[in-house]
């Protein structure tokens, strides 16, 4: 079989059953970098069980958490340069703060208050962030796709450093724009990866009743790409994998597909209930697969962590996410006049007036 059907066809791990890592397949991922990792998977896990149990208790409206596919937006964060651009989906929000964006304003577009740069104009859960160069996804399926693409492309012609890195689930390799997106990558040659986090639902919807295509990562051949299927819940290897598809890019030499084979332990969305189309035994299978507790296995290995560490290490970062919140759920709501900010260089006068009337009537009371 040719290596290009292989690594499509195949599954790329570093991590054995048992956790433990093949170094030779990843000889540059060091203990600082596993480390580094680790607390950063680590403080999204605590980050999302606390935005739910908010949302539980009526605090905020609605999140989408990423239990069981934290390695691959950890992964990719650690991979990045400062001049990259991001194009996420749902579940890649996490990249921007192992990129240096503030946790208090990440939490803050949660509640959509005045510590929130979108100015809470933006449903929940969909952050971005020009500081670290990253877009707010759409709730739409796969646009992200062809806008990566479309950055990259631009790049190419500006003759940047920078490459694009763009993110779909499974569900959105049936729509149209994942076509448009793989043929114009590869045919232009832009300096892009292009990310399926491939979880085996699309909401309530089967992969497959998505593809009958042994594997999506094998739809890269037919476009004239490279096309490579990882483990994603093995931190290490899809580290491995993305760092040698952004390398590539970097080095004009086209566009890397990636399928990331992972599993979303919880819900789609806090408005979700997966118990009336997937079974616990589904489930409980691939809880034995969870990407934090076999990073956290593979570190004990090589005796770069320990049990010690570990319980101050979550210690730590549950003071630093009830901090943050206390921070952010004390600040006030955004002043009614911003509506009109933002949106024309010079307000029109018909706009002009409805604020004047806005601002004339009292503010609405407080909600208790």
């Given at each position: 079989m040719p290596e290009a059907e292989n690594r499509a066809l195949g599954l790329f791990r570093v991590l054995d059953d048992r956790s433990?890592?093949?170094?030779?397949?990843?000889?540059?991922?060091?203990?600082?970098?596993?480390?580094?990792?680790?607390?950063e998977m680590k403080r999204l896990r605590v980050l999302d069980a606390r935005m739910i149990l908010?949302?539980?208790?009526?605090r905020i409206g609605f999140y989408g958490a990423a239990h069981g596919q934290e390695a691959v937006p950890i992964a990719t964060g650690l991979v990045l340069?400062?001049?990259?651009?991001?194009?996420?989906?749902?579940?890649?929000?996490?990249?921007?703060?192992v990129r240096g964006f503030s946790l208090d304003a990440f939490v803050a577009q949660v509640f959509g208050n005045s510590g929130d740069v979108q100015k809470g104009r933006q449903m929940p859960s969909h952050q971005s962030g020009k500081q670290v160069n990253q877009v707010s996804w759409s709730s739409c399926i796969g646009p992200q796709l062809p806008h990566a693409v479309g950055a990259?492309?631009?790049?190419?012609?500006?003759?940047?450093?920078?490459?694009?890195?763009?993110?779909?689930?499974?569900?959105?390799?049936?729509?149209?724009?994942?076509?448009?997106?793989?043929?114009?990558?590869?045919?232009?040659?832009?300096?892009?990866?292009?990310?399926?986090?491939?979880?085996?639902?699309?909401?309530?919807?089967?992969?497959?009743?998505?593809?009958?295509?042994?594997?999506?990562?094998?739809?890269?051949?037919?476009?004239?790409?490279?096309?490579?299927?990882?483990?994603?819940n093995d931190l290490i290897a899809v580290h491995t994998?993305?760092?040698?598809?952004?390398?590539?890019?970097?080095?004009g030499d086209g566009p890397t597909f990636v399928?990331?084979?992972?599993?979303?332990?919880?819900?789609?969305?806090?408005?979700?209930?997966?118990?009336?189309?997937r079974s616990q035994a589904e489930v409980d299978s691939w809880a034995k697969k969870d990407p934090l507790d076999r990073l956290?296995?593979?570190?004990?290995?090589?005796?770069?962590?320990?049990?010690?560490?570990?319980?101050?290490?979550?210690?730590?970062?549950?003071?630093?996410?009830?901090?943050a919140v206390n921070r952010v759920e004390a600040l006030p709501m955004m002043p009614r006049e911003t509506l009109f900010d933002d949106v024309y260089a010079q307000l029109p006068w018909?706009?002009?007036?409805?604020?004047?009337?806005?601002?004339?009537?009292?503010?609405?009371?407080?909600?208790?």
């Open positions: 433990k890592a093949n170094w030779s397949l990843a000889p540059t991922f060091t203990r600082e970098l596993g480390l580094r990792a680790y607390r908010l949302q539980r208790q009526g340069k400062e001049d990259d651009w991001v194009f996420p989906a749902l579940r890649e929000q996490s990249v921007m703060l990259a492309w631009a790049m190419k012609l500006r003759r940047a450093s920078s490459i694009a890195i763009g993110f779909a689930g499974d569900g959105a390799t049936s729509q149209g724009d994942f076509h448009a997106a793989m043929n114009f990558a590869a045919v232009f040659a832009v300096p892009a990866v292009l990310v399926c986090q491939n979880n085996g639902w699309s909401i309530s919807v089967p992969t497959s009743r998505q593809t009958a295509s042994e594997t999506i990562a094998q739809k890269a051949i037919a476009y004239g790409m490279p096309g490579v299927r990882v483990d994603g994998v993305l760092t040698e598809a952004c390398d590539r890019a970097r080095r399928e990331a084979v992972t599993y979303r332990m919880g819900a789609h969305s806090t408005s979700d209930d997966p118990t009336r189309y956290r296995k593979a570190l004990m290995h090589e005796r770069w962590l320990s049990d010690k560490q570990d319980a101050e290490l979550e210690a730590e970062l549950t003071r630093e996410i009830a901090d018909h706009l002009v007036e409805q604020r004047a009337e806005l601002l004339s009537l009292p503010p609405a009371p407080a909600a208790h």
